[in-house]
């Protein structure tokens, strides 16, 4: 895909080969370097997927625009444990249709709470302050920055979303 990418029709499939997972992880993630540099939690994340709940949005040729992999803490709590769309499909409505289905899917679980970790406005990194922005607008609100999770330089922002059973 180039950057004269258009987006026509996109579906969302729950994935559950392991393969597949890791390979959309992969692919993914490293078409997303300001997001993703560090190859050692990008090869962590990538094996990571395999025994989690993952859904993909694939274009009409094959092509996985983005994914979310997610987990249950606690039996209350959804964690989106590693999510990543395409640069060429940011802001096409592909990572708010994903997170839809994680949401679903933490509903049906029972879940109260959404989370996710993610880099602090404390790092001061414009990549990251598009990713906060995108949380907020799916109705996640920070709740706190934990120096000690990752490091002084990478500060971890910890986002929380109530979840209404509807």
Known sequence: MDSAYRLKEYHISAIHDQEEKST???NVLESLPEWFGNKEALEDYVKGVRDLPFWAAMDEKGNCL?????RIHYGH???IYVCGVRKD????GVG???YGEVERFFLEKGCKYAMVETLSEKANYAPYEKTRLFYESVGFEPLITLTEMWDEENPCLIMVKSLSMQ
């Open 66 to 70: 983005g994914f979310y992999s997610a």
């Open 24 to 26: 959309y992880a992969k």
């Open 96 to 98: 708010g249709a994903l």
């Open 77 to 79: 709590t959804g964690d």
């Open 89 to 92: 499909c940011h802001r096409m």
